[in-house]
């Protein structure tokens, strides 16, 4: 059973940095697309970077481009945020989420619909 586990979330204040981590349990073979999303209460959630493990190419929302970072590192079967610049609109509960299909689009990796796996989420709260 695939679980994923988030970490690293909390306050920060206005321009600073935080480093999400998301730990993959119990996949048997290699998630194909991993992603971050991010959801305000009430809010839909949206994508906010996404990662093609098998070569790396990267996806970001235009809010955090140039600001946010999405990293793997396989031997410890980790996925990372890396977030920068920290603004209080980035304030959310983020979530990490991974899929095994292949095959999709690159406008797909930062839908909700391209996911079956998802994290129980990590809160960021920016303050001003």
């Known amino acids: 059973q695939v679980q994923l586990v988030e970490s690293g979330g909390g306050s920060v204040q206005a321009g600073g940095s935080l480093r999400l981590s998301c730990v993959t349990y119990?996949?048997?073979?290699?998630?194909?697309?991993m992603a971050w999303f991010r959801q305000e209460p009430g809010k839909e959630r949206d994508g906010v970077a996404a990662i093609v493990t098998a070569g790396g190419s990267t996806y970001y929302a235009d809010s955090v481009k140039g600001r946010f970072t999405i990293s793997q590192d396989n031997a410890k079967n980790t996925l990372y945020l890396q977030m920068n610049s920290l603004k209080p609109e980035d304030t959310a509960m983020y979530y990490c989420?991974?899929?095994?299909?292949?095959?999709?689009?690159?406008?797909?990796?930062?839908?909700?619909?391209?996911?079956?796996?998802w994290g129980q989420g990590t809160e960021v709260t920016v303050s001003s």
């Open positions: 989420a991974a899929d095994f299909f292949r095959g999709r689009a690159a406008w797909e990796l930062l839908l909700q619909r391209s996911y079956k796996y």
């Open positions: 119990g996949t048997p073979y290699s998630l194909y697309y």
